[in-house]
């Protein structure tokens, strides 16, 4: 099984609705990526999971909160968010940590509107 | 922080040989680089990838120059279904976060 499945596909949500994005892979891989893509932009890197460690970006705003349940399973917990956050957010995972060779794969995403 | 170009469009016939550079002047030292296929509405898929001179997959090659400041991806004979966008990522800097897809490039092959 090679694949990473994203549940929802697509969510919509208002400013003020708290709702989660899940990811998920069977591949044993020990890292797990958030990414945050804008239309015709490419992907920027939130977080990495690595052996269910978190590297903390601080560019990210704290209305984005990984959490990393088991080496299988990734979410995105969002909470107030602004209409600019609106993008498709991509999961990926890969064997290693995300500096070692090997590539990421990545899961079909999930297309996030903010009202 | 220098950011990863690419060209941002290229056409191609069908049957050509397609060339796409990315310039990455800041790659960290044992840093791969690797490249991307992305179609609409798709997470990015992988198509080759490399740390020097020259890796051959059975979709792609992999050029990259000694000072490795540069890197070439080269589709053979590209098909209309190679129409997609293109990214390198490579990593610029220490830290498990910096990691960065270069600007893209948008390859439309013309029948």
């Known amino acids: 099984d090679t694949e990473v499945t994203q549940t929802p596909k697509h969510l919509v949500m208002g400013m003020t609705n708290k709702k989660s994005l899940k990811c998920e892979q069977h591949m044993g891989h020990r890292a797990m990526y958030w990414y945050k893509q804008k239309a015709k932009k490419p992907p920027e890197l939130m977080f990495v999971y690595s052996y269910e460690k978190l590297s903390i970006n601080e560019s990210v705003p704290s209305r984005f909160s990984p959490e990393c349940p088991n080496s299988s399973l990734l979410n995105l917990h969002l909470h107030a968010l602004q209409p600019e956050d609106s993008a498709l957010y991509l999961c990926?995972?890969?064997?290693?940590?995300?500096?070692?060779?090997?590539?990421?794969?990545f899961g079909p995403g999930t297309r996030l509107t903010v009202l | 922080l220098a950011k990863t170009t690419q060209p941002i469009s290229m056409d191609s016939y069908e049957g050509q040989e397609v060339n796409i550079t990315c310039s990455h002047n800041?790659?960290?030292?044992?840093?791969?680089i690797t490249w991307y296929q992305q179609f609409p509405s798709q997470g990015p898929r992988f198509i080759i990838q490399g740390y020097k001179t020259k890796v051959t997959n059975e979709v792609a090659s992999l050029f990259i120059p000694a000072d490795r400041k540069s890197s070439t991806l080269s589709l053979p004979r590209v098909s209309l279904s190679d129409t997609a966008v293109y990214y390198c990522?490579?990593?610029?800097?220490?830290?498990?976060?910096?990691?960065?897809f270069g600007t893209g490039t948008r390859l439309t092959v013309i029948p």
């Open positions: 800041n790659i960290a030292t044992n840093d791969y």
């Open positions: 990926a995972s890969s064997q290693d940590g995300p500096r070692y060779r090997g590539e990421q794969f």
């Open positions: 990522l490579v990593g610029d800097g220490p830290g498990a976060n910096n990691l960065f």
